[in-house]
């Protein structure tokens, strides 16, 4: 988990526009995720009994993996009836998701899926409008 938290926040630094941001934690997310041989730990709330040691710690990383993207979400421009905190599970359920059906033979690189994922979101908040559209409305 720490991995993956570590190349999110690698990932979005130097990035001030919040969607752009949140993208590039996405595919951050998914490319080291994907690259990792264990996912057990983000995946599974349960963990395995083998895990029991260190669960208390897994899910404090957990808790702050979860932290870090509950800041890349919450200076997106939503309206309000959007659950912020529903929309980030819902967007590290997606991410977390590709564990079960990805494969390294797939059209999709892992940080396309990240991308996908955002990009799915921002898609249906714009009503379909493209990505550059925001700033033309501006």
Known sequence: IRAVSEAVSAA??????????????????????LASGDKTAILDARF????????????R????????FDQLIEPLDLPPEIDRRLLRLHVLGALNGACVWYRSSSRFKPEE????????????????????????KA
């Not at 630094?13 to 590039?24: K, N, S, T, V, Y």
């Not at 395995?48 to 899910?59: A, E, N, T």
């Not at 990383?61 to 870090?68: A, F, K, Q």
């Open 12 to 33: 979005i630094q130097g990035i001030a526009d919040p969607w752009d941001r949140l993208e590039a934690g996405a595919m951050a997310h998914c490319a080291a995720l």
């Open 48 to 59: 395995p009994p083998v895990l029991s040691s260190v669960r208390d710690q897994l899910i």
């Open 61 to 68: 990383c957990r808790d702050d993996h979860d932290r870090l």
């Open 113 to 136: 899926i990240g991308r996908q994922v955002v990009e799915v979101i921002r898609h249906a908040r714009t009503g379909g409008q493209a990505k550059g559209a925001d700033a033309a």
